[in-house]
């Protein structure tokens, strides 16, 4: 390479990487950027975007079947698994395109190759070229958690593996609590698959609304996922047609895949951080200031390798307030207290803001309000399944802490009560908000009566 001094050198192409180099090269910095695998990182490669078209084709049975009672008869059908994974292919084949095409046309220099610190202000690829540069951006993301010394580790798939099997499983044991656990356990059950979701915990979803991890919990099983709770992995061996498991409590079962879910770790193994003097926390996470810059100056890192706050959107945003504040003289620290969050369960979840506990173990006198209702459409089709509202309001000023939904379409519609969280929005200001009838989400604004608990 001839040109080998830029103003910024970005190590890692996903979500967060992308938004800091094409910022930054909007500001006039010459920037440079490397990618040892694919543009688009974890999220469009391996995983919200290839999930949640995975989540769409596990939803068609229920279309199917709530056909009927709006009228049509549906013939034979069939699900093809070949058939998805090839059209998921093509679409992430088109986005990864767009990333590095948006790249391009920002005048970002795109390099396909590892790269590693190699002291205060240089890079080293893995041929050996060595590349100066003003600032450096780590922003390589995390990578799915596998099972430590348990025997026969080596037959559990993770996450990533998931997108590429070559058939549909009769059964699969997802091992996990948390929000890809549930997710996937979701979509594998509505594609028909013999599903069993492992948790060594006693509910799902930690740190979520308690009402909504048992509200969850209620309607997995209620769509036949066997829900083994308390429950721990400790060992699989290959028997005729997949796997035989051996659980910590002595009992033994077989399935023909085991899905670990249990949790994803900061990529910063052969970053070459020693040479700079950057020492990575519990987690082998980056340590960062609220700006986003290391412990060395001229060093900055964005999105899941901090282990802030493991979100696509929360890297992107870090990524665009870094190049705000190196670049564009504007510094911008992200607020990450107010950050909607989505779980693409069946039902599935939307989320912003504080839980009900976490809002009295902040010491706020709280208000609730809640709606439990079956849906237009559920009454029709005949389907029981209920949604439930809740918003967590500050009993002294009236303003909204926490609005929490399961249901259909529930991340679509915490998506906006985010906007008016943000905002500082107050019960008040929902009340005054004319409803839009007849929908669900109208329900965030009609409730009037607070919340009281039934006499013990």
């Given at each position: 390479m001839s040109e080998t001094d830029f103003d910024l050198f970005v190590i890692g192409g996903g979500s967060g990487g992308v938004r800091a180099a094409r910022i930054a090269a909007g500001y006039g910095a010459k920037?440079?950027?490397?990618?040892?695998?694919?543009?688009g990182g974890t999220c469009v490669i391996r995983g919200c975007v290839p999930k949640k078209?995975?989540?769409y084709a596990s939803?068609?049975?229920?279309?199917?079947?709530?056909?009927?009672?709006?009228?049509?008869?549906?013939?034979?059908r069939s699900f093809d698994w070949a058939t998805l994974?090839?059209?998921?292919d093509r679409e992430i084949t088109r986005i990864e395109g767009v990333y590095e095409g948006n790249l391009t046309l920002k005048g970002v220099k795109t390099i396909k190759a590892r790269a590693r610190l190699d002291g205060p202000g240089r890079v080293k690829l893995a041929d050996g070229t060595r590349i100066t540069a003003k600032t450096i951006l780590i922003a390589t993301g995390g990578r799915p958690v596998r099972y430590a010394d348990i025997p026969g580790v080596d037959n559990v798939s993770v996450?990533?593996?998931?997108?590429?099997?070559?058939?549909?499983?009769?059964?699969?044991?997802?091992?996990?609590?948390g929000y890809i656990a549930v997710e996937f356990a979701s979509i594998f059950a509505g594609l028909g698959v013999e599903t069993t979701l492992m948790h060594r915990g006693e509910k799902v979803l930690r740190g979520f609304d308690e009402e909504l991890r048992d509200g969850l919990m209620e309607a997995m099983a209620a769509r036949g996922i066997r829900l083994m709770m308390s429950t721990e992995l400790i060992?699989?061996?290959?028997?005729?047609g997949g796997f035989n498991l051996a659980l910590k409590s002595g009992e033994t079962m077989e399935t023909d895949l085991v899905l670990s879910a249990i949790g994803r770790a900061p990529c910063t193994d052969d970053l070459g951080l020693?040479?700079?003097g950057i020492e990575t926390g519990a987690r082998g996470e980056i340590p960062v200031n609220a700006y986003s810059e290391t412990s060395v100056p001229g060093i900055y890192a964005v999105g899941d390798v901090t282990d802030r706050v493991n979100l696509t959107p929360v890297a992107i945003r870090e990524g665009h307030a870094f190049a705000d504040t190196v670049f564009g003289n504007r510094p911008v620290a992200v607020d990450h207290s107010i950050i909607p969050t989505g779980v693409f369960t069946t039902p599935e979840i939307g989320t912003v803001g504080l839980t009900e506990e976490a809002a009295r173990a902040k010491g706020h006198e709280i208000d609730l309000y809640k709606a439990r209702f079956r849906p237009l459409r559920n009454i029709v089709s005949g389907r029981d399944e209920r949604t439930l509202m809740k918003l967590v309001v500050d009993a002294k000023t009236d303003r909204?802490?926490?609005?929490?939904?399961?249901?259909?379409?529930?991340?679509?519609?915490?998506?906006?009560?985010?906007v008016a969280l943000t905002m500082k929005a107050t019960k008040a200001d929902f009340d005054a908000t004319i409803a839009l009838h007849p929908s669900a989400a109208e329900e965030l604004v009609t409730m009037r009566d607070k919340w009281v608990p039934p006499a013990s």
């Open positions: 920037v440079a950027i490397a990618e040892r695998d694919r543009f078209l995975f989540v939803r068609f049975a229920d279309d199917f079947e709530d056909a009927r009672g709006f009228g049509w008869t549906v013939g034979d994974v090839a059209n998921k996450s990533d593996d998931i997108f590429e099997l070559k058939e549909l499983p009769r059964r699969i044991v997802v091992c996990g609590g060992g699989l061996a290959a028997c005729p020693e040479t700079v909204v802490l926490g609005c929490h939904v399961l249901g259909p379409d529930a991340a679509e519609i915490v998506q906006m009560a985010g």
